[in-house]
């Protein structure tokens, strides 16, 4: 089994997350995406959409993590991360798509404000070529803007709200389970617990607030050995604080932004 993936991506961690929580091994490629290493012509022919992260297990090429981890759950179903009930799968998967719909939102609110700074700092035609290599023209557009344009780039606002929405509907089912599907992890925690830590770590605090049920979940999710496993022990020190430092840096104004959107 080998994984393709980069140590801070969202979709890198919950598939690490579900392979540590089953104890699988596997062999590391890393990707470096501010490198563009995902847009290599070797890396697009396993991947052709130029994301992370890639798993080959058995002669198998498979893509698209929320797919990878409902594979990881059939292909070694001990222990399982699906309930046993159809209703409680399906409960599970209306999660993950949901998780999935939020990840443009947290991309855009990523690169508007943990990435952007650095990429100020390269020359002006890295940067292009970093941007015009996304296959997706409409990926394409979003990132120019929010490079450009920071937290003032008019898909921020959205990207916050689309948070916001999806963290009340969290602390609702949370203020009644300890997991987002009943009483045992499963997909849809893995799938969403790397969101809930790039918000930490851009410091978009407004997003915990009032929400306890989220903040429990979030503090027993991180007390699993399958976090340090799968994510703490990837997390680069220099960036983390980096992205702290960039979100301290704009959080008045998105506070301003937010609270009129």
């Known amino acids: 089994m080998k994984l393709y993936h980069a140590p801070i991506s969202t979709c890198s961690q919950k598939v690490r997350l579900v392979l540590a929580e089953k104890g699988l091994d596997y062999s590391s490629a890393y990707i470096d995406l501010q490198k563009g290493e995902q847009f290599a012509p070797d890396y697009l022919t396993k991947n052709p959409a130029g994301v992370v992260p890639t798993l080959e297990d058995n002669g198998a090429v498979l893509v698209e993590s929320t797919l990878i981890n409902e594979y990881l759950d059939e292909a070694y179903p001990d222990p399982r991360l699906s309930p046993e009930d159809p209703v409680g799968r399906h409960a599970m998967r209306l999660w993950c798509k949901k998780i999935d719909e939020l990840h443009p939102a947290c991309g855009i609110q990523t690169y508007a404000i943990g990435v952007r700074p650095g990429l100020l700092k390269r020359p002006p035609e890295e940067v292009d070529a970093l941007v015009n290599a996304i296959p997706d023209p409409g990926r394409r557009a979003v990132r120019r803007s929010v490079v450009d344009l920071g937290v003032e780039a008019p898909e921020f606002a959205g990207a916050y709200q689309a ?27 893995a799938a969403f617990l790397p969101y809930v830590l790039r918000v930490d770590h851009l410091g978009l605090s407004g997003l915990f607030s009032g929400r306890p049920g989220l903040s429990a979940w979030y503090e027993r999710m991180q007390a699993r050995a399958s976090y340090t496993k799968a994510v703490s022990d990837y997390l680069p020190e220099a960036a983390v604080a980096a992205f702290r430092r960039a979100g301290e840096a704009v959080a008045d104004r998105v506070a301003s932004i937010t609270a009129a959107g």
């Open 163 to 189: 948070h916001v929405k999806l963290f009340d509907l969290a602390d609702r089912t949370l203020a009644d389970t300890p997991f987002l599907v009943g009483d045992s992890l499963s997909l849809a925690d």
